[in-house]
């Protein structure tokens, strides 16, 4: 495992979502509502589309392409299409910089 | 040219598969962050106020009708409650399908329920299939909602303003559904797991329009069915009017909404049965933008798009010549121009047609190259 510095807090808007492509591997970054960091593999599980240009709801990510939705603080498939969850990284934020923890 | 194989077990499926044109990257207009978040923001009130004028039409309308039946002068009553039953659940259904429409998920699943009804979908099987509509819009083969395939069979197309072949289609598989769950195409598209649900819903429906047809037995009336059933018959004309402006004409098997889909500008009372739909190339380049958010997102994208027809007449005045058309030459479709201020076409996705391959589609997980 390592912690690897992905963004600043600065660099994603509460209630959003940002991509961070990082060793030929993309993910999803999360700002909640309360201030919290998650991240999650970028890609939904149904089909291979980026989740980035989603849209945050409260705890759900909702899907670009057919709306399905996952909490991205456990990865669970919310809503159809989507059955199979999401992956989930590790985040701590130190001095205003997010840090995730790959395998 | 070889003939378009639309089965979705067929060569061209599997040649679109093959070739990356299956599931591939689309077109987008550039949206600001900002603006497009905006745009997705979900709101019940919009879906609450014409769901409550759509229903509540629909009970006043038929309970006239009924009261007047069997006189002639129920007719304009029946064709209110038809076209709102036949035509309306299209796009209920359609905007509930994609969990849009209201902010509060039980509102979506609940009009998505009665509208899957109406128009004789199974609401678990078309979930799916509208899903990879989204995917491989108008891949040949591989898009289960083409709704005009060449070349065109313009006399079911015509019988269809009736629901004739819907209604044709739909019954038998509704018995197998409800005895055998999905058929062999729809195992393509729905998972397995799915497929308890399928049964499921065939099942309800199908005892729902048995204890109509029961009814009307008793009763010695077409009366129940009137109500239940023959509605998406004689109201369905709305929908499939706009239905076919929807892609009717235009190219196949490329991967730039601009190219196989049209937007038409309608008047409000088409736009709300239609639900907005009429912006549609705006909707499958962002299918997350609720109906009640699609004028402004054609606003803010417009300079990147063909220009709209500008009534349903005049699309149809450009459609029905191209049907003609494609019977003669099945690869014929209408080209759609970009104003100046657009990004250009990626022109070879014009050149593809079955038998050619399309440009390859980056590997699953892979960063694309930038
Ligand atoms: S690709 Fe994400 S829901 Fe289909």
Redesign the pocket.
């Known amino acids: 495992m390592t912690w690897t510095a992905a963004c600043t807090t600065d660099d994603i808007d509460p209630e959003d979502l940002i991509r961070w492509d990082h060793a030929g591997q993309s993910f999803a970054l999360y700002h909640s509502p309360e201030g919290a960091f998650y991240a999650t593999a970028g890609h939904?599980?149904?089909?291979?589309?980026h989740?980035c240009d989603g849209l945050v709801m409260g705890h759900l990510v909702e899907?670009?392409?057919?709306?399905?939705q996952f909490d991205y603080r456990t990865g669970e498939a919310k809503r159809l299409?989507?059955c199979e969850a999401l992956r989930i990284y590790p985040v701590k934020v130190e001095a205003g910089q997010v840090w995730v923890d790959l395998p | 040219m070889p003939k378009r194989d639309y089965s979705l077990l067929g060569p061209d499926g599997a040649r679109a598969v093959e070739t990356g044109l299956a599931a591939a990257e689309w077109y987008h207009s550039e949206v600001p962050r900002k603006v497009m978040k905006d745009l997705m923001q979900r709101s019940d009130a919009p879906a609450i106020r014409d769901t409550l004028l759509l229903y509540g039409t629909m009970l006043v309308s038929v309970t006239i009708a009924i009261w007047l039946w069997p006189s002639w002068a129920s007719a304009p009553f029946w064709l209110v409650y038809g076209t709102l039953y036949g035509s309306a659940s299209d796009s209920r259904w359609h905007e509930c399908s994609h969990g849009t429409a209201f902010k509060t998920p039980w509102m979506n699943n609940a009009v998505y329920q009665i509208a899957s009804f109406m128009i004789m979908r199974n609401s678990a099987t078309w979930r799916w299939s509208h899903?990879r509509h989204h995917?491989d819009t108008y891949i040949v083969g591989r898009d289960p909602e083409i709704a005009v395939m060449r070349p065109p069979e313009l006399a079911k197309l015509v019988l269809n303003f009736f629901g004739v072949i819907d209604v044709i289609r739909f019954f038998p598989n509704l018995v197998y559904n409800a005895l055998l769950g999905p058929n062999p195409e729809e195992r393509t598209f729905v998972p397995q797991t799915e497929w308890g649900k399928v049964q499921r819903v065939a099942i309800i429906h199908l005892s729902i329009y048995a204890a109509t047809v029961a009814l009307a037995f008793w009763m010695g009336s077409i009366l129940p069915l009137m109500v239940i059933g023959l509605p998406r018959m004689y109201g369905a004309w709305h929908h499939v009017m706009t239905g076919l402006l929807q892609h009717g004409g235009l190219a196949d098997n490329v991967v730039d909404h601009r190219l196989n889909s049209r937007t038409v500008y309608m008047n409000p009372i088409s736009r709300f049965i239609y639900w907005n739909m009429n912006y549609h190339v705006e909707h499958h380049m962002f299918p997350m933008v609720p109906f009640h958010a699609l004028p402004k997102l054609h606003e803010a994208i417009r300079h990147d798009l063909p220009a709209p027809n500008r009534s349903i007449a005049e699309g149809f005045r450009e459609m029905w010549p191209a049907f003609r058309r494609q019977l003669a030459y099945e690869d014929y479709f209408l080209k759609r121009e970009l104003p100046p201020t657009a990004r250009p076409y990626r022109e070879e996705f014009h050149a593809i047609s079955p038998g050619t391959p399309a440009p390859a589609a980056p590997a699953p997980n892979a960063l694309p190259a930038e």
């Open positions: 939904c599980t149904h089909e291979n589309v989740l899907c670009p392409k057919h709306n399905g299409p989507a | 899903a995917t």
